[in-house]
């Protein structure tokens, strides 16, 4: 059983260390700058910090640009994963080396505005909250099926599992001991946001509009956001293996009634030249059946995935404040 430790609640001082995670993929145009803005806002309201800056296989100067940050400031962690391993679980790694009281994970196109970070400071010093969700007021610059499958995809999660996750984003300030809850989370596939709204906790909503991204492009292609998209729904819910029986209840009343029909129409001597329903029902049930082993074939997936275990990420590089060690 996990148990929580409550201990960190009495720590809450103005002195307090927050550490602020950044996954970070091919962001060298403005990964420098975006740093300093942060860090300016951190330092104009006395906040006590440390970066976590993970580099997530970017194949740019992204990392060189990071060493270089960090070489003139100590309040910076920067880490190199050994390939793109994706966003979640470069946060994961993040969350794995911050240090902090609390700990903030943000996007680092600035897409995520700083200036909301001094009232998520304040509600969990002041306020008590354990989690501080920057929950999206507007989605600002989005295509049109960027959109639409977004609305769609909160939707099925909506549905199946009664969490609404519409408006929340990846902009999230969280109590040591929620960091810790979430590290003891084993599963190997992750969807942040999902796993971040299970542990639950007393959380707080701060609103924010996104804002245009700095610079660079958006990393998420369609393919990228379909396979996001199915491993959320299926890392966070059981329903679509239950409408695979649902479904195949149904088949089951249908079945019954034409197979009463047809034995009706032999038996007095009516047998119809029933072709097209053959077709019909080959057809439709062909598709049910090539669904639901789809469906089957993504959660089995999924439990190999876990049962190989590997590690969700691996670090090739780690610098704290210009030494070596971290
Ligand atoms: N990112 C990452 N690994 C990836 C893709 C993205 O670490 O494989 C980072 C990226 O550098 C940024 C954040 O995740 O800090 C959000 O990415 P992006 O802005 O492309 O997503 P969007 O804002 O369009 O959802
Ligand atoms: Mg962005």
Redesign the pocket.
Known sequence: MITVDKSSTEKRTSDSLLSVV??????ESHIKNSIKVIEKILIDNKIVYEFIL?D?GSKDNTWNELKSLSKENEHITIIRLSR?F??ES?LCAGLEYAKGDMVLVM???L?HPPEIIPSMVNAWLNEGYDVVDGVKHSRGKENIIYRGCAKFFYYLIYKSTDVHLGRASDYKLLDRKVVEAWKELPERTIFFRGMSAWVGFERKEIEFDVAD?IDGK???SITRLIRLAINAITSYTSVPLHFITFLGFIMFIIALILGVQTLFMKLSGKASDGFTTVILLLLIIGSAIMTSLGIIGIYLTKIYKEVKARPRYLVSDCIKGGDDKC
């Open positions: 950044i996954p970070i993929y091919q962001e993970v997530d793109n994706g966003k470069a996007d680092a196109d897409q991204r958006s990393k998420w």
